[in-house]
């Protein structure tokens, strides 16, 4: 499975496509400089217990390191996964 990533002015979006419908999608916007808001994640009933919104917030961590970013996790899966994992807090806006 394959993670995509679009853009769109100051919003962006990691997902998966299948059949021309997104299966999982985690979604952002610019929060002002030097951060970003992950406000959504959703995950087909299909691929839930397979770690698939894990592997779209590490897209997202990913690109946040790439570009000096830090992230503002909104969604309750966000904050719930910074919580647990100490090894992506470094993204972490505080």
């Keep these: 499975m394959e993670i995509k990533l679009t853009e769109s002015g100051t919003k962006g979006i ?5 059949e021309k419908k997104n299966i999982a999608e985690m979604t952002w916007v610019e929060g002002g400089d030097g951060y970003i808001i992950v406000d959504h994640t959703m995950v087909d009933d299909s691929l ?9 917030l590490d897209r997202i961590v990913e690109l946040a ?3 000096n970013l830090k992230i ?3 969604c309750p ?12 807090r ?3 806006y505080q």
């Design 48 to 56: 839930k217990g397979q770690g698939i919104g894990r592997k779209l």
């Design 90 to 92: 470094d993204v972490l």
């Design 14 to 18: 990691v997902y998966i496509n299948e």
């Design 72 to 74: 503002l996790p909104l």
């Design 77 to 88: 899966f966000v904050k719930a996964t910074f919580d647990k994992v100490e090894e992506i």
């Design 65 to 67: 390191r790439e570009r």
